[in-house]
């Protein structure tokens, strides 16, 4: 979802070709393309996305699924750098990061994505932390805390984006369901970064 406090030009929801088999069955993955307008920026195109990670049954460093997530940045890529002249944010749950199945992390910075929170001084960060007690099984659980969902910049005009600050967003334990102690909102804890233009 993008939720913007400027207008939204358009969207576009695009589902990814390359998939899972059992997730083509029962989640369908892909991205959501919008153009927004700032009004000291101008337009800047927002793609918010969310790759698979082990499927089912799978753990998310295992071949199949860094093989599949690999197909999904190419994707991503290629729309990402469908208009000229527009600056994207490209954020979201990568399954992957410095620690986990870097080498899908690393397909992002030669498509020519710049880590948005990692430039704003973040590199510590944690967005998937195995304490938290929405993650399930133990091949999950097995995943050191790391930061797996990101915000990535990349420039294709003149207008030149910044990311200034970093933090986690969403980490608290708000959900209040009685008999259990409360919950956060998601099994990944949100990331914040302040983007400005030069």
Request: net charge negative; charged share 25%; with cysteine.
């Amino acid at each position: 979802m993008v939720r913007s406090r400027h207008p939204i030009a358009d969207a576009e929801s695009v589902e990814f070709r390359s998939a899972l088999v059992e997730e083509r069955i029962a989640i369908r993955k892909g991205l959501l393309d919008c153009r927004i307008r700032f009004p000291d920026l101008g337009t800047v195109r927002v793609i918010n996305f969310h790759l698979v990670a082990g499927g089912l049954a799978g753990h998310p460093e295992e071949r199949r699924g860094e093989t599949c997530r690999s197909g999904q940045i190419d994707e991503l890529a290629a729309r990402a750098g469908v208009q000229d002249g527009v600056p994207v944010v490209v954020l979201g749950d990568l399954n992957a990061g410095a620690q986990a199945s870097p080498a899908n992390y690393e397909q992002m910075l030669e498509a020519g994505f710049r880590d948005g929170i990692a430039e704003a001084g973040g590199q510590g960060l944690v967005s998937w932390d195995p304490d938290n007690p929405l993650i399930t099984g133990e091949r999950n659980r097995s995943l050191p805390p790391q930061r797996m969902d990101h915000i990535f910049v990349r420039e294709t005009g003149a207008q030149r984006l910044h990311a200034e600050s970093a933090e986690v967003a969403l980490s608290e334990r708000i959900l209040d369901f009685g008999a259990a102690p409360p919950l956060p909102l998601s099994d990944h804890y949100g990331v914040a970064v302040e983007i400005i233009g030069r």
